[in-house]
């Protein structure tokens, strides 16, 4: 009788992952990616909080908005992440040393900061690069708002934040991304009307 309840238990959790969670598994992992600023972290901090969703998937009151749910536990893991990085120290390997020290600088790489190299394959993306800029506090609630459509309320619990700082941190994200675009904009011929 317990294994037919447990494997009831089961199935009813699975349909839940599948049926609410799964839907937003692209929206989830582009939410991971503007985060982290990398395909391999974002593929990790992705698996991360769908794992932390699958183990904790009894505190999920069915039929809520599964969403934000995800979206919490992506921020939650990133920031504990964040903190564990800035905790350790830095390592190199030496191997790792001496094989940046035997490679030669080419006309291709000789020129190329940190920042270009990771932005590459964004170049004619301004807007996704000028996002990516952005400080993380800024970064996530411009994302939230107004690539993934939440509410600021939603906002405000995702990030346990209040909804006044949801208001603020959004004005200033829009008034930076402005800015950022600025010259975007006029190297594409628009004009600044206001005077």
Do not use: C
């Not at 994200?173 to 600025?182: M, P, Q, S, T, Y």
């Amino acid at each position: 009788m317990f294994m037919v309840l447990m494997a009831n238990k089961t199935t009813h959790f699975e349909h839940i992952f599948e049926d609410e969670f799964m839907p937003h598994s692209d929206a989830l992992y582009n939410f991971a990616y503007h985060l982290t600023g990398n395909e391999d972290d974002a593929n990790d901090l992705f698996q991360e909080a769908l794992l932390k969703a699958w183990r904790f998937v009894d505190k999920y009151e069915a039929g809520t908005n599964a969403k934000a749910w995800l979206f919490t536990i992506a921020k939650n893991a990133f920031i504990n992440e964040y903190r564990r990085k800035a905790k350790a120290p830095n390592r190199v390997e030496l191997q790792d040393y001496v094989t940046y020290q035997d490679k030669q600088d080419t006309p291709l790489t000789s020129g190329m900061d940190m920042r270009e190299e990771m932005f590459q394959y964004l170049i004619g993306d301004e807007v996704t690069l000028a996002i990516n800029q952005l400080p993380v506090d800024f970064r996530t609630v411009i994302l939230l708002s107004d690539v993934e459509d939440f509410k600021y309320d939603e906002i405000a619990s995702i990030l346990d934040i209040p909804i006044g700082t949801v208001r603020s941190r959004l004005h200033r994200a829009r008034n930076l991304l402005k800015e950022k675009l600025k010259t975007y904009a006029e190297q594409l011929g628009y004009e600044d009307k206001r005077g």
